[in-house]
């Protein structure tokens, strides 16, 4: 079965820190790859999305993610975090030929202190 | 927002009873899905909907039933609410399933007494 694992369960950092949050997946194949982000007592939104193409991924509010396809990995980043960005990341997969759901990971929860 | 509507948004039932969530969309999307989410496990897929009556199970199936009669709306029944059904469920719409992102809806927060 597929699965997506997060490495860190809850990130603190100060203001104007960078971040670097990880995502690896257990399927060798063909993959769609997505980071979503949580704000307290909201519904999720997409961050930044991948598909193909260049593996270095632009999303919104200045966030990037870099697909590195041998370690089935997809680490989200962001070079300054404001206290803004404090909320919970989600990554999710799809994998092809494994129908058409998300499989999301456990989630990181980000707090960044002003 | 992608036009999402789930209701009601708060519940609390008694166990044993059943509960109907519903999931509306205005968006005309082909695929529509009902996850949970809990601490420590992110969003679980409980059934998913490919289009009208095509449905499918996820991974946390078990005690839920789901329908699709209409495009834009996709229901979601516990047969016999229990505590452990106690959760935060999320509808969500794709255009093409995996090949697209998925919009989320606001959420049912469901409590199970």
């Known amino acids: 079965a597929q699965s997506v694992s997060q490495h860190n369960h809850h990130v603190i950092l100060s203001e104007a820190a960078s971040l670097e949050l990880g995502c690896n997946y257990s399927y060798g194949g063909t993959v769609n790859l997505f980071w979503y982000v949580q704000y307290p007592g909201q519904h999720l939104q997409l961050l930044l999305k991948y598909f193909s193409g260049d593996p270095l991924v632009k999303g919104i509010k200045g966030f990037e993610a870099e697909f590195i396809k041998s370690k089935f990995s997809f680490n989200l980043r962001k070079p300054s975090v404001q206290w803004s960005d404090t909320a919970e990341y989600f990554c999710a997969v799809n994998a092809h030929g494994y129908g058409q759901n998300f499989v999301f990971g456990p989630g990181t929860r980000l707090s960044v202190l002003p | 927002d992608a036009g999402i509507t789930q209701s009601p948004r708060h519940k609390v039932t008694e166990t044993g009873t059943p509960v109907t969530l519903r999931c509306h969309q205005t968006e005309n999307h082909r695929y529509m899905y009902w996850y949970r989410q809990d601490p420590g496990h992110g969003l679980r897929l409980i059934h998913y909907?490919?289009?009208?009556?095509?449905?499918d199970k996820g991974e946390v199936s078990d005690g839920y039933s789901v329908s699709r009669s209409k495009t834009e709306d996709f229901l979601l029944t516990l047969e016999s609410a229990t505590s452990s059904q106690t959760s935060v469920y999320f509808c969500?719409?794709?255009?093409?399933?995996?090949?697209?992102?998925?919009?989320f809806g606001q959420g049912t927060r469901l409590t199970v007494v």
């Open positions: 969500a719409i794709s255009e093409e399933g995996g090949y697209t992102e998925a919009f």
């Open positions: 909907s490919y289009g009208v009556k095509d449905t």
